[in-house]
């Protein structure tokens, strides 16, 4: 800024460097709107910059709890099956107790039946 006051102060006395001196002030606003603007573009820079890594801190923590959330997920799948293995298991424990009082019915009938037949046979003995 120093130095363009200086220029402009000489050019400023000189009528035949009159045109010099307009362009040369155009230039002049020109670059230090240029200036500004990129110290306005590097502003916003540093600040989407930390965005980003706010940003790229909350997707890494976001993954871990994803990869967490999978491990857990993996864990109450395989109780799930253990239960479901337990749950028929069971079943086929109270199938085959089933069976097991069945058939003990069965055999208490025909020793029922045995025991009726055999004192029918003790009563009819002894009428004789």
């Known amino acids: 800024e120093k130095d363009f006051q200086e220029?402009?102060?000489?050019?400023?006395?000189?009528q035949s460097l009159?045109?010099?001196?307009?362009?040369?002030?155009?230039?002049?606003?020109?670059?230090?709107?240029?200036?500004?603007?990129?110290?306005r573009l590097m502003a916003k820079c540093r600040e989407l910059n930390a965005e980003i890594v706010v940003n790229s801190a909350k997707v890494a923590t976001a993954l871990k709890l994803s990869q967490d959330d999978q491990t857990t997920i993996t864990s109450l799948k395989?109780?799930?099956?253990?239960?479901?293995?337990?749950?028929?298991?069971?079943?086929?424990?109270?199938?085959?107790a089933k069976e097991t009082i069945m058939s003990l019915k069965e055999e208490i009938?025909?020793?029922?039946?045995?025991?009726?037949q055999g004192s029918g046979l003790s009563l009819g003995q002894e009428h004789k």
């Not at 337990?86 to 079943?91: E, N, T």
């Open 78 to 96: 395989r109780e799930i099956e253990k239960a479901w293995k337990m749950v028929d298991a069971a079943y086929e424990k109270e199938q085959k």
């Open 18 to 39: 009159e045109k010099f001196r307009v362009e040369y002030e155009k230039l002049h606003a020109v670059l230090k709107k240029s200036y500004e603007n990129e110290k």
């Open 7 to 14: 220029v402009i102060s000489e050019l400023t006395g000189d």
């Open 109 to 116: 009938m025909n020793l029922t039946k045995l025991v009726e």
